[in-house]
C-alpha cells in the first residue's frame, strides 16, 4: 500500500495537472513551443497572441496559471494582462517571462502583483517545476483585491499617526504648541470626505465639491498661529502619508482604479487646501491684518 506521504504527493500532482494555463506571447514559434511542453506535462493550456485576445479570453474563462511575455510589444503589456488576472480571479498563479536579465533585480514593483519574474530562455523543465511549485503554494489562497477608498477608510487613523510622525520633524510647524489630538482633529472628516470622493468619482476636469469643514478649518488655523506656508507643509506632508499607506498596501489594491484613485486624492487635498486658504485669508481681510508668510 502506498505510503500516506506519497498518496498526497499523488493526489497534488493529479490536481496540478488539471490546471489550465493561460499562455500569452506575441512570438508565435515561443508560444508554440511553451505550448506543446506544457500540454506534454498535463497541463490544459489555452494561448493568446496579444494582450486584448488575453483580456478577452479572462473576462470570459477561469484559469489557474498566467504565463505571459512582459513585452508584445509594448513596454508592460506583460503587466497590464496581469493586472487584469488579478482583479478577476486573484487566486490565479502569474508568472511573467522577460529577455532581460536585469528584471530579476529592478523587479520589485512588479512582484507586488507577479508572483514571480522568469528570464528568458528558460529550460522546460525549470519552467514545469516552477508552475508546478507555484501551485503547490497558492492552491488555497486568494488574493483580496481591495479599492483604494477601502484601504484609506480602513487605514484612516494609522495614515494621521503616520502625519504626526512628519509634522513632529517639521520646526516651524512645531513653533505652534499643540497637541496630537486637536492638531489632528480636522482630518477624520477630510478622510471621510475623501473616501466619499472615491466611492463617486468626478468626471476628469469637474470642480472638486465644496467642504464646509475646509473652510472651518482655514479660520481655525488662522486662529492658531499657522501661516499659509505651515498649511501648505502640512497639506503637503497629509499627501505623502496617504499615498506611502497606499503603497505599504499595494499587494491588495486594485491596479485598474489605482491611477484615477491617486489622481483624485492629489485633487481632493489640493481642494480642501484652497478651500482652507480661501477662508483664511477672507477671515484675515476683515480683521484687515496682513497675512503672514
Excluded at 532581460?100 to 530562455?121: F, N, S, W
Excluded at 483580496?144 to 495614515?159: C, F, G, K
Excluded at 477630510?190 to 476636469?205: A, E, H, I, N
Amino acid at each position: 500500500m502506498p505510503h500516506v506521504q506519497e498518496l498526497q504527493s499523488s493526489s497534488e500532482t493529479s490536481l496540478i495537472a488539471k490546471s489550465r494555463i493561460l499562455l500569452v506571447d506575441d512570438n508565435d514559434i515561443l508560444r508554440k513551443s511553451l505550448c506543446l511542453v506544457l500540454e506534454h506535462n498535463g497541463f490544459e493550456v489555452v494561448t493568446a497572441s496579444n494582450v486584448n485576445d488575453a483580456l478577452k479570453l479572462i473576462g470570459a474563462e477561469t484559469f489557474d496559471v498566467l504565463l505571459s511575455d512582459l513585452q508584445m510589444p509594448n513596454a508592460g503589456d506583460g503587466l497590464t494582462v496581469v493586472s487584469a488576472m488579478r482583479h478577476a480571479n486573484p487566486k490565479a498563479v502569474t508568472l511573467i517571462l522577460s529577455g532581460y536579465p536585469e528584471m530579476k533585480a529592478a523587479a520589485a514593483a512588479i512582484l507586488l502583483q507577479t508572483d514571480e519574474v522568469l528570464t528568458k530562455p528558460m529550460s522546460p523543465e525549470a519552467l514545469v517545476e516552477t508552475i508546478r511549485g507555484r501551485l503547490k503554494l497558492d492552491i488555497h489562497e486568494a488574493r483580496p483585491i481591495e479599492s483604494v477608498a477601502t484601504i484609506l477608510a480602513r487605514e484612516t487613523q494609522s495614515t494621521i499617526d503616520a502625519w504626526l510622525a512628519r509634522v513632529d520633524q517639521e520646526g516651524d510647524i512645531l513653533s505652534i504648541p499643540m497637541e496630537h489630538a486637536e492638531r489632528s482633529a480636522y482630518l477624520p472628516q477630510l478622510f471621510l470626505d475623501l473616501v466619499s470622493r472615491l466611492q463617486k468619482p468626478l468626471p476628469l476636469g469637474t470642480r472638486a465639491l465644496v467642504s464646509p469643514s475646509a473652510s472651518k478649518h482655514g479660520i481655525l488655523r488662522r486662529d492658531q498661529g499657522y501661516t499659509p506656508a505651515m498649511m501648505v507643509e502640512e497639506s503637503r506632508m497629509l499627501q505623502v502619508s496617504i499615498f506611502q499607506t497606499l503603497e505599504h498596501n499595494l499587494t491588495s489594491v486594485d491596479f485598474n482604479l489605482l491611477l484615477g484613485d491617486v489622481m483624485a486624492i492629489a485633487d481632493e487635498v489640493d481642494s480642501q487646501l484652497a478651500q482652507q486658504m480661501a477662508s483664511y485669508i477672507s477671515e484675515s481681510r476683515k480683521d484687515g491684518k496682513e497675512i503672514a508668510a
